[in-house]
């Protein structure tokens, strides 16, 4: 019944771990988004996949890899991780045929914390 | 460079009070979308609007409208009559070509 999906919902975790985050959306949707949201609240957009294929790469680490097996899927894996990947992740999807962004949903977002 | 400046940190009003939240931007490019975004204290992200920089047409949805007006680039919201659900915070984003830039945000408190 969910639209977006995210898991997990919470992560707790230590420096120099990897971990992934994944995202599913069940709205036949042809893009995603992968957002980070730091503690001052400060939104930036990290990635955009229309149908597989990567659109939006803002300047993020290379420890941050966005995988999509299939368009329905965007998984968020981060390698190495450190202190300042701290944030609230949220992925999100929109039917974007036109090159803008159209309506998007929002998955519940990921509070990760890095110890 | 593009920018997007949401002057107002904080609002405070009364329910029942219109409350205009103001959001101005800069980018060279001729095509660009301008978006609402609210984040209720719960924390979730919800799409509100997107304007593409060819309408200029203000838009009405209820109690909530948009004055777009690319002569002062501002991209304004109103929400009339505000309930105490419309506390939040309100960010404006702007997106040309693969960039998306947001806004810091508004964070609005409606008083019962």
């Known amino acids: 019944d969910t639209a977006v999906s995210q898991t997990p919902k919470y992560l707790v975790t230590q420096m120099g771990n990897d971990k992934s985050i994944k995202c599913e959306q069940n709205l036949g949707h042809d893009t995603m988004y992968w957002y980070k949201q730091d503690s001052k609240k400060f939104l930036k957009i990290m990635f955009s996949?229309?149908?597989?294929?990567?659109?939006i790469n803002e300047t993020v680490p290379n420890r941050f890899s966005p995988k999509s097996p299939d368009k329905a899927h965007l998984n968020l894996h981060i390698n190495s991780l450190e202190l300042g990947d701290s944030a609230v992740y949220f992925c999100?999807?929109?039917?974007?045929?036109?090159?803008?962004?159209?309506?998007?949903?929002f998955g519940p977002g990921t509070r990760l914390l890095v110890l | 460079a593009q920018k997007v400046t949401q002057a107002q940190t904080e609002i405070s009003v009364v329910e029942k009070e219109d409350v205009t939240l103001d959001c101005v931007y800069e980018t060279r490019d001729t095509t660009y979308y301008l978006f609402w975004y609210k984040q209720p204290p719960s924390g979730e992200l919800v799409f509100l609007i997107r304007r593409n920089s060819f309408d200029e047409q203000n838009e009405i949805s209820g109690r909530y409208s948009w004055n777009f007006q690319k002569s002062t680039s501002s991209f304004n919201f109103t929400i009339t009559a505000s309930q105490v659900v419309d506390s939040a915070v309100y960010f404006c984003a702007l997106r040309s070509y693969d960039k998306v830039i947001f806004g810091p945000g508004t964070s609005l408190s409606v008083i019962p």
């Open positions: 996949y229309n149908n597989k294929e990567l659109i």
């Open positions: 999100a999807s929109s039917q974007d045929r036109a090159g803008g962004l159209e309506t998007q949903y």
